[in-house]
């Protein structure tokens, strides 16, 4: 009886350590594109089920699980919309995605940020010759940027209180 109940309890050791790991990537996915934050900070809270501290429904589960993937997809769609609202081009879009794999290794983690803002710059200057389209393109790809950084950054902290919560209570 006294190995069965270590037993449970070092389960649920390793799964709570598990979904804490897998939190503190879910928030570094938020802002590296190679890391999946959303789904990560998702699958902690889903580890994190597992475990006797948690409480949570798997209607919850799947509502958040739902969100999770709402996000995931708005991510790659706010550069690319904002780009076009702010009148850019094909080619100011490509130039911000290349800007971005370029930058995520030439100056991470900055060149992250700075990179698809350089790129759909300079696509847009060679495309059009015009300074002013540029700049609003690659003003519209940093500020696309922001707001999926920022929806990222509040799911990943909405699973990191969920988990808190259920630990303390």
Sequence with gaps: MFDLLLA??????LLLSLAILLLIFGLLGCFLPVIPGPPLSWIA????TFTEYSSLSVNFLILTGIIMIIITVLDYIFPVWLTKKMGGTKAGITGATVGLFIGLFIFPPFGIIFGPVIGA???ELIAKNNTGVAFK???GSFVGFLLGTGVKLIFSFLMIYY??????V
């Design 45 to 48: 809270l889903l580890v994190f």
């Design 137 to 139: 393109s690659a003003l």
């Design 8 to 13: 449970i309890q070092i389960t649920d050791i």
């Design 121 to 123: 710059f300079i696509a």
């Design 163 to 168: 988990v808190i919560k259920e630990l303390i």
